[in-house]
């Protein structure tokens, strides 16, 4: 560290008369050490002490003036920076253990990131042998990284063993094997598992994760499981109803874990309801499901209730979500037609892949043509590239918009060529009547979506033109031009082709594990659109079983969603056993979840047989059925009551396309609207509602109470239940008054707030 | 070597950064030294064994000045400036020797002895929305964009941070928000926790503080009922949910039931009652703070945070303003024919003269401004050159915030502009640096790092505690 000028130019003088001794000292080390490669061994250390971390050195803006490529994606920037920056104070071939960059990671000068390695480490070792030996860049000359081996790649470890070594070798182009345990990055993805320097995974409790093994631009991902020693653990065989049973119940086995009981009917007739048609059954319903004595009675049930018309709006819902449907952007009218085509789609079971390619290649006016309302939402190519890839192709590829994509094989080239597909999408703007003069985001108006003849990306990191090209394996769009349609429309048309075909991995995969997420409350993969090498699937078999039916079934929605609810695995119940408490992934038991906002607000309407009222919408609309997000703005109009409680329970905004835009979280302001919100409180004592039917009906003190119980929980009360709820009513001085309350805790019970 | 650095801690990036407790400025000063056997190396090895920032802020009263006021009119005056800059307003001396203050602000001038002034603020967002966003957020949008749209991508307000790494118990919110949603057209980011989840979304309210029976629904139950009966509606719950075992083995039913029982604590709170409870308070306070929304809206924020919340906003107004002698932000660009100078000094200043050294004197009298920091800011400042309206327009690139209280220096200006109020000259401070401050002093990790939407790892800020303020 020399700041004071004389000293500095006192110690280059010396550096110019001592060359010679620093060419002795390097071979010194040459000798002992071997060479050391910038490429393969100081990128490494940069990595392993984390300096070109995201959080670090490696962001946008750098770090207290210094910035490393993220990851060391781009060693050419690194060298640079390294040597040429700060007048070479970084890298300090005449003083190597002057160099800032060994003063700063061993904290003998402060640093903002603390200790990264110690002196006597392998990092310093190399870092200082590189500078000493003059700083050289071996581009040319190192051998490259042809491929990275991580020994395991799967295990599954039984306790009392909670440790695992992993071996990490790298295969060079010259033929060479490495071993990089010391230089490897080891990444895991849950905090319960610890990675030693060397790759000794350490794991404080049972539980699955994967280690991320990393060296230079290369990964690998390792899953692990640590698995309870049960020394008296019995697998109880239990039937399977289908294939689906049969995967899950082979993974549970090998992780010593038994699957729960199977659900109740009265559970199964309100799963099945909620999940299919987003209501509750009503109490005549639920009462005679349960009491049909058919032992198919279960698949029976599914098959009628998919071909119900709430179950077109529940899943219509679902996609507008994803398809961005709300008014700034397509306008009321637009809105209200882009719903009913997705819901008319899904009514007449159009297959997913006719669903989609309609999307992607739908041109013309956004109201004679619903389905151009895809491109009407999403108005520039990078916003149409990244969320086609997300929604379609279970990839999000939005890291890949500044650097390479650190988990995933995308490249910055690869997203910009990708995006190139979009980029002849153009609107013509017939009218637009928009409120807000100054707001750009807002449409008011017919609009036409047409392919173009022009229009490109521009790679930000070249400045040259991106070229079309697929994802993956794709390739460019050019050669997809086939179907003998006008060439500028070919990279719409080839698009959908490339997309939806069968052979086209991702896209079956992608969407049947959205299937799967929507009736088990969890992806296969997790998040369900972020598909890669990286985030292996909980049960991959099972994946790959479910892709095959699927696209065998030509994409049938309905198909799938029948064999899923089929399923014994399906049909378990939320209650966890001794074995399977702490299992979230591998779907032992059903995963308990709260009700979508329009779900909730529906059901309470349901029980309370009142309607809510949503601004601009007929009395009588159910929040399922409710196209768009507002349809009057709030500044226009105060949101009623039925808007505020779907704002405060998560209802999307829909400005994404992901479904983590629907919020699933419990709050406090949620609470505050159960509890003494204006919509319970209203729904409760407004007159003729069915607390006052019930008051009028004849029944008896116990006979109201056991209608409410099936009504809102689609079971009977326990004796307990009805002892107490008649009790209150007995001793009430206003009998309406104790019937709200009992209603009030049917409403507020976590078993109705909850899916179970 | 090989326990050289234990994984995964390793990873959890720059743990130490907040152990630097040196400036740049010191440590040159320090360099030069190197002859007298001092070496910087040396001299730094002992310092760089910090710890995680200690709280040295209980809360933060939080006043956003909506439309942007003026900097060089207020706190940042040019009285040497050419006449197209300094504006038509007088100066008048404060008990912060040398300051000065326009006229106006006759008693806020009596308490610069108690403030730290900012002057060096700047960014580049010309646009209320995006600017907004930037100074609730701490965090500088993709884009100008004038209708920047309110999404989760976007960044949290500094109280949901709060709200997730420093939260207060028991039967108090931890960050409270009113009396306005601000908007400029669209609704202005910034406001609520985004991707941080509704979770830690602040505990907020329209209702005027000013009205005379200033209630909240959620803290005072429907007419038709009574605690007892929320009471044994409770029980009547807890029977039902006994019965499905769910809140025996299932978090979220775990969950949601705590948030039950908070949100029933806050409404038996007789303490959290009493904070709203402003007719408690004598006439005479409620006076001397202005009978405004935002006088009665700065009252409540001192007996907020007295109560133990810890982030209290409180928004001047809902709209840019600018135009009216009556209501709205500092927006005044002189439009349809208003000018500024008829409009400031009829409204925005008495309200500012009344309530702000009111707020800060109260403060002081009960012993809070040791443990509170209030922060007085806009979006931007505005253009140092009168425009053609005799007004002034949106300028970002220099403008004055206010700091007061626990954790900052008294009677201290940091940072300053150029002569004309146009650039900083010295140690310019970005929005970030501010956010990163205010973590800072709250005992929050500026650089904590927070899974943003898609699971992309973000820091709560990018900026760097501004330690020149710190007392």
Redesign the interface.
């Known amino acids: 560290m020399l700041l004071h000028p004389s000293r500095a130019g006192k110690v280059i003088l010396s550096a110019r008369f001592c060359l010679w001794c620093l060419a002795l000292a390097a071979a010194r080390d040459v000798a002992s050490a071997g060479d050391v490669s910038f490429r393969n061994d100081v990128m490494a250390v940069l990595s392993k002490a984390g300096c070109n971390m995201g959080t670090c050195h490696g962001n946008a803006n750098g770090k207290a003036g210094f910035k490393l490529s993220l990851r060391g994606e781009d060693p050419e920037w690194d060298i640079k920076v390294l040597t040429r920056d700060m007048f070479g104070r970084r890298a300090n071939p005449a003083e190597p253990d002057q160099s800032l960059i060994l003063l700063k990671a061993t904290t003998q000068i402060a640093h903002e990131g603390g200790l990264r390695f110690r002196k006597d480490s392998e990092e310093y070792a190399i870092l200082r042998q590189w500078i000493a030996e003059g700083l050289r860049d071996d581009a040319q000359t190192a051998a490259r990284l042809e491929r990275l081996e991580v020994e395991p790649r799967e295990a599954i470890l039984t306790a009392p063993t909670h440790q695992v070594q992993l071996r990490v070798q790298a295969v060079l182009s010259d033929g060479s094997r490495r071993n990089l345990n010391s230089l490897a990055v080891y990444d895991p993805a849950n905090p319960f598992t610890t990675v030693s320097h060397d790759g000794l995974v350490s794991a404080a409790r049972a539980g699955e994760t994967t280690v991320l093994v990393r060296y230079l631009d290369q990964q690998v991902p390792v899953r692990l499981a640590f698995i309870a020693a049960r020394p008296d653990f019995v697998w109880k065989n239990v039937p399977s109803h289908n294939y689906i049973d049969e995967h899950v119940l082979a993974k549970l086995r090998t992780l010593r874990m038994n699957p729960s009981a199977g659900c109740t009917d009265n559970e199964f007739v309100r799963r099945a309801y909620l999940d299919l048609l987003g209501i509750l059954p009503t109490a005549e319903e639920a009462r005679a499901f349960v009491a049909d004595p058919r032992r198919d009675k279960r698949s029976r049930l599914i098959d009628r209730l998919l071909e119900r018309p709430e179950f077109a709006d529940f899943w219509a819902l679902k996609w507008a979500d994803l398809l961005r449907n709300e008014e700034k952007v397509l306008d009321r009218k637009g809105v209200q037609a882009f719903h009913r085509w997705i819901r008319q789609s899904i009514a007449e079971n159009k297959p997913l892949d006719q669903f989609v390619r309609e999307l992607l290649t739908a041109q013309g006016s956004t109201y004679q043509n619903p389905a151009a309302n895809y491109y009407r939402a999403l108005r520039d190519p990078v916003t149409r590239a990244e969320s086609t890839a997300q929604l379609f192709l279970g990839t999000r590829l939005q890291c890949a918009k500044c650097h390479n994509h650190p988990f995933d094989r995308w490249t910055q080239a690869d997203y910009y060529d990708w995006a190139d597909v979009f980029a002849r999408v153009q609107y013509k703007v017939l009218e637009n009547r928009r409120q807000d003069g100054l707001d750009t985001h807002e449409f008011n108006g017919e609009q036409v979506i047409w392919a173009g003849r022009k229009g490109e990306v521009t790679n930000p990191k070249t400045g040259k033109p991106a070229n079309s090209r697929f994802l993956g394996s794709g390739g460019p769009v050019t050669q997809h031009a086939t179907r003998g349609t006008h060439p500028e429309e070919n990279r719409l048309n080839a698009l959908a082709d490339w997309l939806t075909s069968p052979a086209n991995p991702l896209f079956a995969r992608s969407q049947v594990n959205r299937i799967w997420y929507h009736l088990m409350g969890r992806g296969l993969v997790e998040p369900i659109d972020d598909f890669r090498p990286t985030n292996p699937p909980s049960i991959a078999s099972l994946l790959d079983a479910l892709t095959e039916d699927f696209a065998k079934s030509n994409f049938d929605m309905r198909h799938i969603i029948r064999r899923i609810m089929n399923s014994r695995t399906y049909q378990l119940s939320a209650a966890p056993n001794d074995t399977n408490l702490d299992d979230e992934m591998n779907f032992s038991h059903a995963l308990v979840r709260r009700l979508g906002a329009e779900q909730l607000l529906d059901a309470q309407n349901q029980v309370a047989g009142v309607r809510s009222h949503f601004n601009g919408y007929p009395v009588g609309m159910r929040a399922t059925q409710v196209p768009g997000v507002l349809a009057v703005r709030k500044r226009e109009k105060k949101p009623s009551a039925g808007d505020q409680f779907l704002e405060v329970f998560g209802k999307p905004q829909r400005l994404l396309t992901c479904e983590c835009e629907r919020s699933m979280d419990t709050s406090m302001g949620q609470a505050f609207q159960l509890i003494s919100g204006p919509t319970i409180n209203d729904l409760l004592t407004e007159e003729g509602n069915r607390l006052s039917k019930l008051l009028v009906s004849g029944k008896s003190d116990a006979g109201m109470i056991e209608e409410l119980y099936w009504t809102a929980l689609s079971r009977p009360p326990t004796s307990k239940e009805t002892k107490e709820a008649v009790a209150l009513l007995e001793k009430a001085k206003d009998r309406r008054h104790a019937l709200e309350d009992v209603t009030w805790a049917l409403l507020n019970a976590k078993e109705f707030v909850l899916r179970k | ?8 801690n ?2 959890s ?5 907040h ?2 407790r ?1 400036s740049r400025r010191t440590l ?1 000063k320090v ?2 030294m ?2 007298l056997g001092l ?3 040396n001299l ?2 002992a ?2 064994k910090g710890k995680g920032p200690k709280a040295r802020v209980k809360s933060v009263i939080f006043l956003f000045q909506w439309g942007g006021p003026s900097h060089i009119d207020m706190f940042d005056r040019k009285p040497d400036a050419p006449e197209a800059y300094r504006g038509p307003l007088n100066g008048v001396p404060t008990s912060m020797p040398g300051l000065h203050v326009c006229e106006g602000l006759e008693r806020t001038a009596k308490i610069m002895d108690k403030v730290t002034l900012i002057r060096s603020m700047h960014h580049t967002m010309k646009n209320h929305n995006s600017a907004g966003y930037y100074a609730l957020s701490g965090h500088a949008p993709a884009t100008d964009d ?2 920047l ?5 976007l960044f949290p307000a500094y109280g949901s941070v709060v709200d997730k790494f420093a939260p207060v118990k028991d039967d108090l ?1 931890t960050f409270v928000s009113y009396p306005h949603t601000i ?1 400029d ?3 202005t980011p910034g406001q609520h926790a985004s991707f941080l ?3 830690h ?1 602040p ?1 907020f309210f329209t209702q005027d503080p000013n009205d005379s029976n200033f209630s909240l ?2 803290l005072s ?2 007419s ?2 009574t605690l007892e ?2 009471e ?3 029980e ?2 807890k ?3 006994r ?5 025996d ?2 978090a ?2 775990q ?3 705590a ?2 029982e ?3 604590a806050m ?1 038996n709170s007789p303490r959290l009652r009493t904070a709203f409870d402003l007719s408690a308070e004598p006439a005479k306070v409620r006076e001397a703070y202005g009978r405004t929304t935002y006088g009665q809206g700065c009252l409540l924020a001192r007996r907020l945070v007295e109560t133990g919340v810890k982030f209290v906003t409180v928004y001047f107004s809902n709209n840019i303003g600018g135009q009216s002698t009556e209501s709205g932000g500092w927006d005044t660009h002189g439009f349809n024919n208003t000018r500024m100078y008829n409009i400031i000094p009829k409204y925005h200043l008495p309200i500012t003269d009344q309530t702000l050294p009111t707020l800060l004197n109260d403060l002081e009298e009960r012993g809070l401004l040791e443990s509170t920091l209030v922060v007085w800011m806009g979006e931007f400042g505005r253009t140092p050159r009168i425009n053609d309206n005799a007004s002034r327009d949106h300028w970002p690139q220099c403008y004055t915030t206010l700091l007061a209280g626990a954790g900052v220096k008294r009677g201290f200006i940091y940072g300053a502009s150029d002569k004309t109020a146009s650039y900083p000259a010295e140690n310019p401070v970005r929005p970030d640096d501010l956010a990163a401050t205010i973590y800072y002093l709250l005992g929050v990790d500026p ?1 904590t ?1 927070v899974r943003a ?5 973000v ?1 709560i800020s ?1 900026g760097k505690p501004v330690m020149g303020v710190m007392a």
């Open positions: 070597m090989k326990d050289s650095m234990s994984s995964p390793h990873y990036a720059c743990a130490d950064f152990a630097l040196l040159l360099g030069g190197g002859l070496t910087v190396p730094l090895r310092e760089a004038q209708r749209r309110d999404s989760p991508e919110p908007a057209g669209s609704i989840g509704k979770r979304d505990f629904p959620e139950l429907p038709n009922l009966r929320l044994q509606r409770r009547l719950q029977i039902i949910d019965q499905s075992r769910l809140l083995f299932s979220t039913a969950g949601l039931d948030y039950y908070k949100a029933l409404l650089h790092e939407v898609g699971d992309r790892p820091l990018d």
